[in-house]
């Protein structure tokens, strides 16, 4: 699935430069509208991909729904789904309001991207000290909101071999993924993966770029009944 996901992916990029319109996000220091980091992405040159979203695909999704559901988290249907994911989102945009942290949405979906800045530093799977605090936020909506499944991805910059940045990439998201679960937070929730050096969102030709590259990505997908 993650293969056939990727592929997918990889084919939105392509076709990504043609497209003029894009979701609107909110600019955490600001509080106004701007330009998606998708379409940013389809539009700042080659190389460059768009954020990768939810990695794992719709059937590790539904394994997760389906196990929530079983463990007796209740199911969300019809228009309780956007009502209940506006609220979350309001909830995060307000308590993330003055980080580095953007919060998107795509459909019913939210996805919260962690820069560098304030995750890991190079070459690095530990949490950034400043990096704490934002997760605890993180982690109180989630307590809150639990009828969701959280997708965490890790990401790195293309510095170094494939592989170790896989790697890399996949230790960064289990970091993050067992600090919210110390939070009280349910385990069957998570799904944990890692993207690699595959999606950059910023140029690699510059420390900024890279420091941009080097995220964490955290999705929120609503349990279905």
Known sequence: ?????????LTATALASLLVTGCQTI????????TSRATKGALIGAGVGIAAGLLTGDSAVKRRQHALIGAGVGGLTGGLIGRYQDRQEAALREKLRHTDV??????DNITLNMPGN?????????????????????????????????EVAGHTDNIGTAAVNQRLSEQRAQTVTQYLVTKGLEPQRFIT?????????????????????????????????
């Open 1 to 9: 699935m993650f293969r056939k996901h990727t592929l997918r992916l």
């Open 27 to 34: 600019n955490p220091q600001t509080g106004q509208a701007q």
């Open 102 to 107: 953007e919060v998107s949405r795509d459909g």
């Open 118 to 150: 304030v995750t890991f530093a190079f070459n690095s799977a530990n949490l950034e000290p400043r990096f704490y605090p934002i997760l605890n936020d993180v982690a109180a909506v989630l307590a809150e909101y639990d009828q969701t499944v959280v």
């Open 193 to 225: 993966v890692g993207g690699g050096k595959n999606y950059p969102i910023a140029s690699n030709d510059t420390e900024a770029g890279r420091a941009r590259n080097r995220r964490v990505e955290i999705t929120l997908v609503p349990v279905r009944s």
